[in-house]
């Protein structure tokens, strides 16, 4: 493999041979739009499960997503500081939309940026690892303790592919009694496992790849302005 120091050397610019991996970002569409779905059933229109059972695909995408994010990032302490910063923005449109009180529940980014923490301490073997759960419970994050443990599944996931999986349909069996719904949550796992097994990169190689500051920042302001829209939808504004 040409490394990019000898590519400068030849006169070639390195950002030419960086591979951008699409079938991630076909993930995070995928996301986003069973998300919106599962959003548009819980504020428009609440008598028809159908949107909600679609939104079951939604919260693993995301799980998984943020391995991949933890895996590739520069810095841990910025990726948590901007999904924590998105957290404190998200809560009024998410409580407005869902229609809970301003602390009731707290929305997904809390649940994500708390799963930061939680990977992260377990990786250090901090002992500590457990408060993540606890927040998540006692605070009501949105997916509660199954959604800290959910990314925890996917972070194995990463590191082998059968244990992962085991322990995410043994996590959704233990939800069974409970959240039926959420066995839904298992038909996520195809385009996850096609995207860790190398088979859904779709990679495009031999041209710059232009990482727009508004596309990744998109992905997390979307989020509370759909939300917003949505509480704008029901209260006919």
Not at 5 to 34: E, F, Q, V
Not at 43 to 52: A, D, G, N
Not at 106 to 114: K, V
Not at 213 to 224: D, E, G, I, L, M
Request: proline letters at 4%; one cysteine or more; aromatic letters at 16%.
């Amino acid at each position: 493999m040409v490394s990019a120091r000898k590519l400068t050397d030849l006169g070639c610019d390195p950002l030419m041979h960086r591979k951008y991996d699409l079938g991630r970002d076909i993930l995070k569409w995928s996301a986003i739009a069973t998300m919106t779905i599962d959003h548009v059933g819980a504020v428009l229109y609440q008598e028809c499960l159908v949107f909600r059972y679609i939104g079951r695909l939604s919260f693993p995408l995301f799980a998984y997503l943020l391995i991949l994010g933890l895996e590739s990032t520069r810095s841990v302490k910025n990726y948590f500081s901007r999904l924590f910063l998105f957290a404190l923005i998200s809560q009024v449109p998410f409580y407005l939309a869902m229609g809970v009180e301003p602390w009731g529940r707290l929305n997904i980014f809390f649940t994500l940026s708390s799963g930061v923490v939680f990977i992260e301490l377990y990786k250090k073997g901090n002992y500590l690892w457990f408060l993540p759960l606890v927040a998540a419970e006692v605070l009501r994050f949105d997916f509660g303790i199954y959604g800290i443990l959910a990314i925890g599944c996917f972070y194995f996931l990463r590191r082998n592919r059968i244990l992962g999986v085991i322990l995410f349909l043994m996590l959704n069996l233990l939800y069974l009694p409970v959240s039926p719904h959420k066995l839904l949550a298992l038909l996520a796992l195809p385009p996850i496992l096609l995207h860790d097994s190398g088979r859904f990169h779709l990679e495009e190689i031999g041209h710059k790849i232009d990482y727009s500051r508004w596309k990744k920042y998109f992905f997390y302001a979307y989020y509370p302005l759909h939300l917003a829209a949505l509480f704008s939808i029901k209260a006919g504004l």
